[in-house]
């Protein structure tokens, strides 16, 4: 064979297995470039992150419209990577519902009343122990105190909150005139699911407490399975509880305070960045909602006189029977049985001791002496 003709089929050869091997090179290429897009896409995707939150505050109340404002802002910051949406109405379920939904990752978070979360964390509910209060200015001294102690303890057991949004001082309400322990006589009482200071107090006094949670409390009214609630004003309002009682005693039983936690798991998926633009914008909403909650409390209150709630004055000589046996209970629950923390509870009391060996008038605001 000619040596031209050899060297003729090896250049062909040659440039046959060059262009197939450079389509062969552009193919697998090609699909590495769609597998790379598609990584890419899908980090995109799971870095935007949707916390879900429940809460029993319904569409159109100011605690959804203060939050969802916050989501907005937060979406904003975070260019879309943190996103919140909101179940409101109480849709979830009931705080222990809400809490397992939580755990299993179906939730990341929820509001919450102190006595929601007395599984989980049984210091929350300090502040809201029967006639432990008997001024809103006693309550925002011993808070100052030990507000940061009770959100670090709360983190500690795997829940972020961004503080507390005072709910004011819960109060009898019902639909016969009470002035005494003895007008409680054979009626049935509501206490939130998870109080066991109020129930166990209820109970020495030989009345009928009820608990049942925040979100069955109208229907129980409804039904007649309740007879008295204890509530704050605006608590009372905006559940439409009011629309079942008759009477208001404005003598201040127990004092109320919500919170927003988020599964700590959930949220240190976060970016440190994102992380501080959550905390930033959910503590100024609380920060705001602590001011607009006082107001709201009192405004509550004069609307409930005028849809013709009757006022009536506890009897100033029985006061100190209701003090006197929830002293009692709290001592056993908190300090005895040493079941909770009672370092924190010898500390709120010493902390009410110095407030009133300095502010000696405040047993007026109830029409009794310390």
């Known amino acids: 064979m000619p040596r031209l003709t050899i060297i003729s089929k090896l250049n062909k050869l040659i440039y046959t297995y060059t262009y197939m091997d450079i389509i062969k090179m552009f193919r697998v290429l090609g699909c590495r470039i769609v597998v790379l897009s598609l990584l890419l896409f899908a980090t ?12 029993i505050a319904p569409d159109g109340s100011q605690w959804m419209t203060d939050h969802r404002a916050a989501a907005d802002r937060i979406k904003k910051r975070t ?66 105190k030990m507000d940061p102690q009770l959100i670090q ?22 639909r016969e005139p009470l002035k005494s322990h003895q007008d409680l006589q054979g009626k049935k009482i509501w206490v939130p699911e998870g109080d066991v200071v109020s129930f166990t107090a209820l109970q020495a006094m030989n009345l009928s407490p009820s608990a049942l949670p925040v979100s069955d409390v109208l229907t129980g009214l409804q039904t007649g399975l309740l007879d008295v609630i204890v509530a704050p004003p605006a608590g009372a309002l905006l559940l439409q509880w009011y629309t079942k009682v008759k009477y208001l005693n404005p003598l201040p039983v127990a004092y109320t305070l919500g919170l927003l936690a988020i599964d700590k798991r959930a949220f240190e998926r976060l970016s440190e960045a994102d992380q501080a633009v ?59 049985s040493g079941s909770t923390h009672p370092e924190l509870y010898g500390e709120m009391l010493s ?20």
């Open 79 to 144: 260019e879309g990577r943190v996103s919140l949406k909101f179940y409101g109405g109480g849709v979830m379920g009931n705080d222990r519902k809400v809490l397992r939904k939580i755990r299993i990752g179906q939730l990341q978070g929820a509001a919450f009343t102190t006595s929601g979360l007395v599984d989980r964390y049984p210091a929350m509910t300090l502040y809201g122990m029967p006639f432990m209060f008997r001024s809103l200015e006693e309550v925002d001294y011993v808070r100052q």
């Open 278 to 336: 959550v905390r930033e914008e959910l503590t100024e909403v609380y920060k705001n909602l602590e001011e607009t909650n006082k107001r709201d409390n009192i405004a509550a209150r004069d609307a409930l006189l005028a849809n013709g709630i009757k006022l009536v004055e506890a009897d100033p000589k029985d006061i100190p029977y209701w003090r006197e046996v929830a002293a009692t209970t709290s001592e056993k629950i908190w300090k005895e």
């Open 351 to 370: 902390l009410l001791d110095t407030y009133r060996a300095t502010n000696s008038a405040v047993g007026a605001v109830v029409g009794t002496p310390n």
């Open 44 to 55: 995109h995707v799971s870095a935007a992150t949707v916390l879900k939150l429940a809460t």
């Open 153 to 174: 303890g709360l983190e500690e057991t795997g829940l972020v909150s961004f503080g507390f949004a005072g709910g004011g001082f819960a109060n009898f309400m019902s």
